[in-house]
């Protein structure tokens, strides 16, 4: 059983691009949600798609955008991008009602 | 507006002996909480979790406490090996239609060997 997988490792983009960060879910999992973590601070939630819907979303602005595909693996778009954008972007899956994420490595996105 | 608060940065405990890691927080709706273990360079690891309803958790060496008068909720590790070594992050949850967790911002545990 494969664990939750997320490309790229490491990015650098530059102020006003976008970027892409995928994330592959653990095998049987259908929940994915995303998270940033600032240096020095807990990860926080930015949105959540079940079954392939965005079914919740934390305090981001609507730049930072997302699918989930019928594998149920994920996309995190982030448009126009800004330095406090840098951070550490987590992917999490889980089952439907379980709490007990399973966390992805991130992904190191620097923005200069 | 840091709803849940991790107040000790870090932690240095002897290998053995117990290891406390606290956590505060404030918004009364929440119902689940959660402690998440995160080594360098890898994703947080569920550890353990407790529901509002219940005061206690114990899962081997780990031992979640939770006072939910004083909104505040302890990790008891006991006994401490180096391999605990890591950021501890105390979440918690609040019921909706989704699985929003709020994390704070973490306590480095140092066991020393």
């Known amino acids: 059983e494969t664990g939750v997988t997320q490309s790229p490792t490491h990015l650098i983009k530059t102020r006003g691009q976008q970027v892409t960060l995928r994330c592959s879910s653990q095998?049987?999992?259908?929940?994915v949600s995303w998270y940033q973590q600032a240096l020095g601070q807990g990860p926080q939630f930015i949105f959540q798609?079940?079954?392939?819907?965005?079914?919740g979303r934390g305090n981001f602005p609507p730049r930072f955008s997302g699918l989930q595909f019928p594998n149920y693996s994920s996309e995190l778009n982030v448009n126009a991008l800004e330095l406090d954008d840098s951070a550490l972007y987590l992917c999490?899956?889980?089952?439907?009602?379980?709490?007990?994420?399973?966390f992805g490595s991130g992904t190191r996105l620097t923005v200069v | 507006d840091q709803q849940v608060k991790q107040n000790s940065p870090s932690l240095s405990v002897q290998e053995g002996r117990i290891s406390i890691l606290n956590c505060d927080y404030t918004n009364s709706m929440f119902d689940y909480f959660l402690w998440y273990k995160k080594y360098p360079a890898e994703g947080p690891t569920f550890l353990i979790s407790?529901?509002?309803?219940?005061d206690k958790n114990e899962d081997g060496r780990f031992t979640v406490f939770l006072n939910k008068s004083a909104k505040h909720l302890s990790l008891h590790i006991v006994p401490s090996q180096p391999g605990d070594s890591a950021v501890y992050f105390c979440a918690a949850s609040i019921p909706r239609g989704y699985q929003k967790v709020t994390f704070g911002t973490g306590t480095k545990l140092q066991v020393i060997p």
């Open positions: 798609y079940y079954r392939e819907e965005e079914n």
């Open positions: 095998s049987g999992h259908n929940t």
């Open positions: 999490a899956s889980s089952i439907d009602g379980d709490y007990g994420y399973t």
């Open positions: 407790i529901s509002s309803i219940k």
